[in-house]
């Protein structure tokens, strides 16, 4: 058994016949469509503000918060080699440089949502601090390592003198992480 569907409305209508012996002529006018339903989500324009005042907050926080989560990892790491050198075990060791490292990666997480707003941050940021790097610790290794421990018998204990040691591990993820989502986030906006 077949269901009877109705013919749709006519969309042109003739407001007067033709009829060749008088001599009129028909005008033709179209009834202007109307909204229709449909069961699927229409797209509404996106409302995200300016696009100038979203590609200028992802590249400051692509830009400010990579060399703090630089600077905490470095000094979280060269905390944990401490205690590895002093044969302190976890149980008596603090465990509180765990958690600034922890912060760093919070803060490298947060430079990547950046990409939600503009591709822009993560790419300079990924850049900036993991692509340059890599390839000076590539392409310089003896020179960085050099001036690496020039910098660190000179400031023992600070902040960033450990990092070419452990850089070619760290600067190649940074770079991973946050120029993988400029081209996630790039690719997104030129299809939406």
């Known amino acids: 058994m077949t269901h009877q569907v109705d013919p749709p409305e006519p969309t042109r209508t003739l407001t007067a016949r033709s009829d060749a012996r008088s001599g009129e002529r028909s005008v033709d006018t179209a009834i202007p469509y109307e ?16 696009s100038a005042s979203r590609h ?18 470095d000094w979280g790491l060269a905390r944990y080699w401490y205690d590895v050198m002093q044969f302190r075990s976890v149980a008596d ?4 440089p765990y958690g600034v490292v922890a912060f760093g990666a919070i803060l490298l997480l947060l430079t990547a949502a950046a990409g939600r707003l503009s591709w822009i941050g993560p790419a300079v940021a990924g850049l900036l601090y ?13 020179d960085v390592m050099r001036l690496g421990s020039e910098v660190r018998d000179t400031l023992y204990a600070q902040a960033v003198v450990n990092a070419p040691f452990y ?16 081209i996630v986030s790039m690719r997104k906006r030129t299809q939406a």
Do not use: H, K, M
Not at 35 to 50: A, Q
């Open 130 to 142: 993991g692509v340059a790097p890599t390839v000076a610790i590539v392409l310089a290794r003896d």
């Open 56 to 73: 200028a907050l992802s590249l400051l926080v692509g830009l400010l918060l990579p060399p703090v989560a630089l600077v905490l990892f």
């Open 167 to 182: 850089g070619f591990l760290l600067y190649p993820a940074i770079a991973a992480l946050l120029l993988g989502t400029a």
């Open 35 to 50: 909204d229709s339903y449909s069961p699927y989500p229409t797209s509404t324009p996106r409302s995200g503000g300016s």
């Open 93 to 96: 060791g603090e465990l509180w």
